[in-house]
């Protein structure tokens, strides 16, 4: 009979804890904890509680990472449009300067210490859909140059000097729901829109490379492509919905959260396909978030709109015994 030495060439090793790089089918005793395991190989995914908000809301924008993430806008507990802004190291939020105009549903690109926010919606204002935009340079807000187009429940990729808008409503003016628009850290330029128009889409990646998925009406399943001049249709969700959020670029994206009802379906882009993988913890839609496909941030939203989580890729380091 086959033993494990004669397959691998060692015997089964004894750790007082699990190695830091096991190979994939690699077995070993751990005897701190008294368990026999293994590296399977696969790579598991899950979200995990952090810091709460320390204004609840929702419809809200965010950008960064999981450990410099800003969040900023929305709706407060009173459904009033928040200037609120606050900044999250990795444990905790600590509110900064505010916005110089309330807004929720709007568009929020970059990194924590350079972001752009754009569009959304103002219901004193007078069109309460917005085109400002403002920049953040990780002190203040400072208004620039507007959109080419006002709307709501907009959609954006990129950096605070070279950033892509996209998707949106505005029943006044035609086709906002596929417009699309460029930012060169100055001005916006309207080019080539989306093949589906909609609003409230997720969205990943850069100016140059982007995805967008989902989004209403319906609500749909539909992910389009931007290489720099076009978007083209590529393989739809597999949970249709809007109002979710996304994070990563264009090859290598995570979608979470979305409605018809808050949602906490989570699914991983891989260039090609997606891939449904573990829920978040809170079901919600209308949140914010940030990061990469392996490491990413979600927060804000309906349901529990102070809440914020941590998703990790982890090792498929599995335990198949104990003694």
Known sequence: MATYKGIHGTKIQNYTSDPANPLVGEVWFNATASTLKVNTGALVGAWATGGALNTGRSDLAGCGTQTAALAFGGKNDSNNPTTNTELYNGTNWTEVNDLGTSKYSMGGIGISTAALTFGGFNPAASPFRLAQTETWNGTNWTEVNDLTSARGNISGAGTNTAGLAFAGGNPGITNSTKLTELWNGTNWTEVNDL?????????????????????????????????????????????????????????????????????????????????????????????????????????????????????????????????
């Open 195 to 323: 093949n589906t128009g909609r609003d409230g889409v997720g969205a990943a990646g850069t100016s140059t490379a982007a995805l967008a998925f989902g989004g209403d009406p319906s609500p749909a399943g539909q992910t389009e492509l931007w290489n720099g001049t076009n978007w083209t249709e590529v393989n739809d969700l597999n949970t249709t919905r809007s109002n979710l959020k996304g994070a990563g670029i264009s090859t290598a994206a995570l979608a979470f959260g979305g409605s018809v009802s808050p949602q906490a379906q989570t699914e991983t882009w891989n260039g090609t396909n997606w891939t449904e993988v573990a829920d978040l913890n809170v079901a919600r839609q209308k949140l914010a978030g940030g990061g990469t496909n392996t490491v990413a941030i979600a927060f804000g939203g309906t349901s529990t709109p102070t809440a914020t989580e941590e998703w990790n890729i982890i090792g498929g380091i599995k335990t198949i015994g104990t003694s």
